[in-house]
């Protein structure tokens, strides 16, 4: 048994120690980096100075900032809420034994193993572009005049509109996994006691698939603040304030824009603490509204 | 006993290997040549390129004529353009860099700290007589030294098809009223004045708002606020709103980069774009045309502060003050920068040679005489990207200004206010 410590403890080790040193150092360092003035992120301790909350009510003061966040609070709400919907209902008429299942589910899933920067750029140039983009081309045949999609006050949906088709597979498949665990004989006996489709999907379905939706949750809220390359992507050259969000504001305040000299590592810290207390937040309420150990199945 | 003796030598195969791949190459000899003034010195260079743009391309051929005339070894990571992610980093760590490529304004604020003073090597060279003194200038009044060479110099202004130019019969205008007068011709005889995508809607602005209150004014308004009570932004914004409401846009602008700038290149009635001079190369290469380009300086605003000053940046080579070799890195970086192999990047990435001795393309026509007149170069939006912190709304508020979602000048400025 001794032995067996000294060999599970040789395993473990090296995990363990690749977890502290690239995982929780990093996170100690940018949190105790947020409370001091820093222009460089690797700029060495000497050249720290306490900066108290300073870095904070400097990115809370920022309408930028602020911008940010709110875009990434529509984008969880809106296209959690849009991707969420979506990604179940195909992934209930995929699993109700309809034909071609496989064909369909590659289909929809499809987006997700082409590179997102493609993707942008097929939704920017083929599907928004005013001049011969599909959907103004559909308009004017429709005799309607077309429309300005990536103007300031559309660009922000049409970027959600676009990950959302993108981001769809990959829920659904979830779901789908979640759905085909759920034993037929529940739906069977269902189906004798005279319950229709819908009466099934809300009784025995949508009950049986909280787990998952709390997993899909917490996801969609990691995929949400990691959204970065659709928001770079939607603002060639440099960043607009239509599409910005908190880690592309992280990227820029540590790093500097085009043409930008200032950079300020500790500001960029602040907005890193920020969003992991958003992470584990959303965690935890997830976890504490959406209960999945009442029900065996 | 056969098994081990094939392991045994697959062993020492894989030792071998692996003492080779490790092993050092920085004091080796090149093997090109003996008696070479170089011969044993290796050079590690950084480039913000890639080794497929043309001027990855230009710099490896370099790179290999000078190996072969010197007997230097560069090695050449092409780190793109995320370059100014990691090379603060690099250097602050002593990373082997010999030299390395960035824009100037980064270079002379975030890392003259680590870098060597090329003064003497400069005068030694005669560099002076080689290069553009505003990036010279600007470079010494950033850092306190010179602490890049010019490699690519930008500069700014209103980039125009000369043929529609002339089928209009049109003079390149000076002033502003002269400049909607060439607006009002050309939109009379069918063309499309202006194409402007969203991304350089700040540029256009801050150029016209230069012509105005000029940089300093506008760097404080930036960072200061009261937008609002500064005469010259309201009338900089009614201008626009007048220039926007007369129809001297091109159709849909302002676009989604580069949908605007890439009309000038396929409908070819689309006569002007205000950019730096790489839209040159970007219309031609995405529109697969050859426009008969001309530039011409941002026009005058008649009771302005800035009548001439024009938009000027470079791409810039520098050397960390630790490098072992950096009269080496230096003459190879006069290399690259003078003579043939100037000339040789100027042609084939269209751009503008570092060495003003060299003949600029013909599609860069004017440029070489516009920097050389140019004393007080403006930066990038004109002041503007003074406030990192709200450039990014900065532009979006400009962009609806070109819209066309401000009635007034004063509705555009307290929108700029309410920014703060």
Known sequence: ?297 | MKKKAVSMMLVAAMAVSLAVGCGSNGGGASGSGEGKKYDGVTLNYWSMWNSNEPQGQVIQEAADAFSEETGATINIEWKGRTINEMIATALQANEPIDVFEDGYERITAQYKDYLYDLTEMAEAANYSDHSFACFNEKAIEGAGFLCCITEQPQVGGIFYNKDIFEDCGIEVPTTWTEFLAACQTMKDNGYQPMALDGAYADFFFGYHLDRIIGQDAISDLAVNGGWASNEGVIQAAEQIIDFVESGYLAEGAPDEYPASQNKMGLDQDVAMVVCANYVVAEVNNNTQTELNWGLFNYPEVEGGVDPTNAYAGANSLAIPSYSENPQAAFDFIMFLTQGEWDQKMADTASQIPADPSNTAPAVMDGTIETLNATTDPLDWNMGMNDNADLKASFKDTIIRLFEGQFATGEEFAEAMDALY
């Open chain 1, 1 to 297: 048994m001794k032995k067996n410590r000294a060999l599970i403890l040789c395993f473990v080790l090296p995990c363990v120690f690749s977890l502290l040193i690239m995982f929780l150092y990093p996170t100690i360092r940018t949190f105790v980096m947020s409370f001091f003035k820093i222009e460089g992120i690797t700029d060495d301790v000497s050249t720290w100075s306490f900066y108290g909350v300073e870095n904070y009510a400097k990115i809370f003061g920022s309408s930028t900032y602020r911008k940010s966040m709110l875009n990434m609070g529509s984008i969880w709400l809106f296209g959690g809420v849009l991707t969420l919907s979506v990604s179940l209902l195909f992934a209930v008429i995929l699993t109700s034994g309809i034909r071609f299942k496989k064909f369909f589910r590659a289909a929809i899933y499809l987006p997700n193993v082409i590179s997102a920067v493609a993707m942008a750029t097929m939704w920017i140039q083929y599907i928004y572009n005013q001049d011969y983009g599909m959907l103004n081309t559909i308009l004017k045949k429709l005799g309607l005049e077309g429309v300005r999609w990536l103007g300031a006050d559309m660009k922000f949906w049409a970027m959600l509109v676009a990950f959302v088709f993108g981001a769809v597979g990959y829920y659904m498949l979830i779901f789908i996994s979640g759905i085909e665990r759920i034993p037929q004989d529940l739906y069977e006996a269902a189906t004798i006691d005279g319950a229709n489709k819908i009466q099934q999907f809300s009784q025995i379905t949508l009950p049986l698939l909280r787990g998952i939706i709390k997993t899909n949750i917490t996801f969609w809220s990691v995929h949400t603040i990691t959204f970065f390359l659709w928001s770079k992507m939607f603002s060639p050259v440099d960043t607009e304030a239509t599409t910005i969000v908190p880690v592309v504001y992280l990227y820029d305040t540590a790093f500097g824009g085009k043409a930008t000299i200032t950079r300020d590592a500790g500001a960029g810290a602040a907005v890193g603490v920020t969003l992991a207390v958003i992470v584990l937040a959303v965690y935890f309420i997830v976890n504490k509204v959406v209960k999945d150990d009442d029900l065996e199945f």
